[in-house]
Each structure stands twice: as C-alpha cells, then as structure tokens.
C-alpha cells in the first residue's frame, strides 16, 4: 500500500510514515516509481512503535525494542537488553500504581460530587497531587 493508505490504515501522518523510515524504523520498499510501499510486516511495526511511543518511549528506546525483533541476541546485547527492559517495567508498575491512585481517587470524588459532599470532593482534590490546602 502508497504512503497515504498506509496513513489512513494506521492513523500516522505521512510526515511521520516518512520520519519513522528516514530514522530506520519502518524499511518500506520502494516501488518502481520510487514511492514508498507498505506491507502487512510494515503495518505490524507501525502499530508497535505506536504502542511503545503510547508507552512512554522516546524512539531510540523503541529502535532497541525493534532491534530485538529482527536480530539475534548477541551475549553483549542480551545484558542491556535485560536491563533496559527490567528498567522499563519498573517506570510501567510506577505508573500503574498512579493511575490506580487517580482512578481511585476520581471514584471518591465523583462520589462526593453525587452525595453534595462539596469540602470532602475539594479535600480529594488537593490531595491527588499530595499538596497541602492553601
């Protein structure tokens, strides 16, 4: 698929289709009018460095991630690999534990909000960011 069906599909810009392949994300072939040409393997790699991107992590984290899906794992390799990755899932349960935190947070505030419970809402409120009431 051309560069602007392989936009829509993926809900990418072209500018960034043709970034992610100037950086060596995504390698499209070219056809023989030298256009881009997209492939189910190319849409699968897409829809990855959008999730990691989704994730929290900046492109050159996520060539590493790419890097360990089209290569062996050298012994050098496998350490950063393992490193980087045990790293990432701490920053992940970091942020799991936040959003629980504001999930439930939130549920005790609409609650507050739905029983007229305008001073406990206002107290949660200042609490969400640990801050004191002024």
């Known amino acids: 698929m051309n560069i602007n069906q392989c936009s829509k599909v993926t809900n990418c ?9 100037k950086k060596g994300l ?15 393997e190319d849409l699968k790699k897409i829809q990855i ?5 989704y994730a929290g992590l900046d ?27 045990n790293k990432k ?16 947070i ?3 505030i ?3 909000v739905e029983n007229k419970e305008f001073s406990k809402a206002n107290n949660l409120i200042w609490n969400i960011n640990g801050g004191e009431q002024a």
């Open 89 to 104: 899932n701490g920053q992940f349960k970091e942020l799991i534990k936040f959003y629980q935190n504001l999930n439930d």
């Open 26 to 40: 995504v390698s499209p072939t070219r056809s023989n009018n030298g256009y881009r040409d997209y492939d189910k």
């Open 106 to 108: 939130t549920e005790q």
């Open 49 to 53: 460095i959008q999730t990691l991107k």
């Open 59 to 85: 492109l050159n984290e996520i060539q590493l991630v790419l890097n360990l899906l089209n290569s062996p794992i050298s012994e050098a390799c496998y350490k950063d690999s393992i490193s980087f990755l």
């Open 110 to 112: 609409m609650s507050a």
């Open 13 to 21: 810009s072209k500018d960034t289709l043709r970034y992610y392949d």
